[in-house]
């Protein structure tokens, strides 16, 4: 979890950021699955344990999410804030999560999207962790100056239900479709036993992962929306059109 300095964004951990302990699995964890099968550490944070959740207790839940993050293959951690749907705008939280940033030392980070119409902690979460992105940067910032500054690679922004994909953005999609990292999503999906007998909550999230992979002509993919323009060294990355009709 500690790469070199000099580590390429493509070897440096993955940062995954959650505002409750099932919306890493639910909005991108078939991509989780797949960094850490290819062999990349991931490393999960979750900011409450779902105190004010209809379904399952705190108690449970964290359960629920180490079983999760085992499936992944990720690390976990959580980190208390304002606890579930309390979560505010605060300078103060996004220097917390910019010293995760600091330690973790990641190359892409994952964030929830910062569209209004979902539970408002996803939305805050995603504004929270893109000013702590700046701020991990800032090597004067006296409140960080324990921990080395990091400038990440992309943050990425993902969508925990449809109604939370960026209007008008179009998105950077990930090929989820070896068995393998579909056995590890789904598992990880079932681990959050309180939440999925509840609702059909993995139905949804694979018939998603479905629809994008047959306009993109594969069996599944998730969607990720960069939030700044990504540069590349050539065309070459880029010749594969997620299009097939």
């Not at 979750?46 to 209809?54: D, H, I, K, P, Q």
């Not at 999760?68 to 293959?73: I, P």
């Not at 909550?201 to 700044?228: C, N």
Request: charged share 20%; aromatic share 6%.
């Amino acid at each position: 979890m500690k790469p070199t300095p000099n580590s390429p964004p493509e070897a440096a951990p993955l940062l995954a950021f959650g505002a409750h302990p099932d919306d890493i699995e639910f909005g991108c964890g078939g991509i989780v699955a797949r960094e850490a099968l290819a062999g990349r550490a991931v490393h999960l944070v979750v900011c409450s344990r779902g105190e004010s959740a209809t379904h399952g207790t705190p108690a449970e839940r964290a359960v629920e999410a180490a079983a999760a993050a085992a499936q992944l293959g990720a690390t976990l951690e959580f980190i208390e804030l304002d606890g579930d749907a309390r979560l505010e705008i605060r300078p103060a939280h996004a220097r917390r999560l910019a010293e995760v940033i600091r330690r973790v030392r990641p190359g892409a980070v994952l964030a929830p999207s910062q569209v209004a119409h979902q539970h408002p902690d996803h939305h805050r979460l995603g504004h929270l962790v893109a000013e702590a992105a700046l701020l991990a940067r800032y090597a004067g910032l006296a409140e960080l100056r324990a921990l080395p500054a990091h400038a990440i690679g992309p943050l990425f922004f993902y969508a925990v239900t449809p109604e939370a994909e960026p209007a008008g953005a179009t998105p950077v999609l990930i090929d989820i479709s070896a068995p393998t990292v579909i056995a590890a999503w789904t598992g990880a999906m079932a681990a959050h036993a309180t939440q999925v007998r509840a609702r059909p909550y993995i139905e949804l999230q694979v018939a998603r992962a479905r629809v994008l992979g047959l306009r993109a002509g594969v069996e599944y993919a998730q969607a990720l929306y960069p939030a700044a323009p990504l540069l590349f060294d050539s065309l070459a990355p880029l010749l594969r059109p997620a299009r097939s009709f």
